[in-house]
């Protein structure tokens, strides 16, 4: 019996005849999609803070807008080189 027949059948014990390079080759395919899933639940906690970030600056820019209308532009900026530099940083990281 081949080893796709093993991985198939329905019997207990079936999967324990297995041979070893065929065990180690299993196992490290669930730890490299262990490790794939952990940088996703990474990346995807990264981008909800940094757009809860974003809102928060848009939030205060609109405010300083209102009430320090010089300093509009100032505020602005910065909204915008945090944008572009979390932009930057989740690009590196998805690649």
């Known amino acids: 019996m081949n080893d796709l027949a093993l991985l198939s059948a329905q019997g207990s014990g079936e999967l324990s005849r297995l041979p070893r390079t065929t065990k180690k080759a299993l196992a490290q395919v669930e730890g490299h999609a262990m490790i ?3 940088k996703l639940d990474t990346l995807d906690m ?14 205060k820019e ?11 532009g100032r505020a602005q900026m910065v909204v915008n080189t945090y944008t572009f530099c979390a932009n930057s940083i989740i690009s590196r990281a998805v690649r």
């Open 36 to 38: 794939a899933h952990s």
């Open 62 to 72: 609109a405010y300083i807008a209102q009430v320090l209308p010089h300093a509009a």
């Open 46 to 59: 990264l981008v909800d803070r940094t757009l809860d970030d974003i809102a928060r600056l848009s939030a």
